[in-house]
């Protein structure tokens, strides 16, 4: 949160207990230690997947976001 690399997180709803984080990060390399560190998956009480994100449609713009 410090580093403001964070966009957003939250947990998922429904039967099974997941969550999202999204945040920027400048190559895979980078993304991993960040996903590493977090507490919750670094003291073991969570396993990380890495996906990379490509925003297509957000509100108050157009249908697609290049950059």
Known sequence: M???VFILAGPTLGQV???IVVFEA???ESARLIMN???AISGGFA???LRPF???LL???GSH???
């Open 2 to 4: 410090e580093d403001g």
């Open 17 to 19: 207990n997941t969550g």
């Open 26 to 28: 400048p190559d895979e």
């Open 37 to 39: 560190t977090d507490p």
């Open 47 to 49: 396993q990380g997947e």
């Open 54 to 56: 490509q925003v297509a």
């Open 59 to 61: 509100r108050g713009r």
């Open 65 to 67: 976001i290049d950059g």
